[in-house]
């Protein structure tokens, strides 16, 4: 197969705050958006990848379980301590993992689903030992 693109689709039941959630509080760039019957959808740039976020997720009062999303979205950044201080200035909890192989920073989207922070120069280096 020759793959052109790959991204992630995110079915949300809090939809519009999920949108808004991505775009404003995360800065996902947005490549398109569709509201039309039967075609409701928000596309963002995801790092040369997307993040199509729909309607039609199940519900949930906090974080997911994951039977409810077995997945977890995460961001590589340069500095998990800034991002994480930017993120709790935004009104995001967020919780904050360090490990011998770098650190991680945790929290949910209004939909519940779960996300994390990682540094990028960690990542970087675990493919290295590889």
Request: with cysteine; aromatic share 10%; glycine share 8%.
């Amino acid at each position: 197969m020759d793959y052109t693109r790959s991204g992630v689709i995110l079915s949300t039941h809090h939809y519009k705050a999920c949108v808004a959630f991505y775009r404003d509080v995360l800065g996902l760039p947005l490549l398109f958006s569709l509201d039309e019957p039967g075609s409701t959808l928000t596309c963002f740039d995801l790092g040369g990848a997307y993040l199509m976020v729909e309607p039609g997720g199940p519900k949930a009062q906090s974080k997911k379980s994951l039977a409810q999303n077995p997945t977890k979205l995460r961001f590589n950044v340069a500095d998990v301590e800034a991002a994480a201080v930017e993120l709790n200035a935004k009104g995001v909890a967020v919780t904050r993992y360090d490990y011998d192989w770098g650190s991680t920073a945790e929290f949910v989207d209004p939909d519940g689903n779960a996300c994390a922070l990682r540094d990028e120069a960690s990542f970087g280096q675990s493919l290295a030992e590889l």
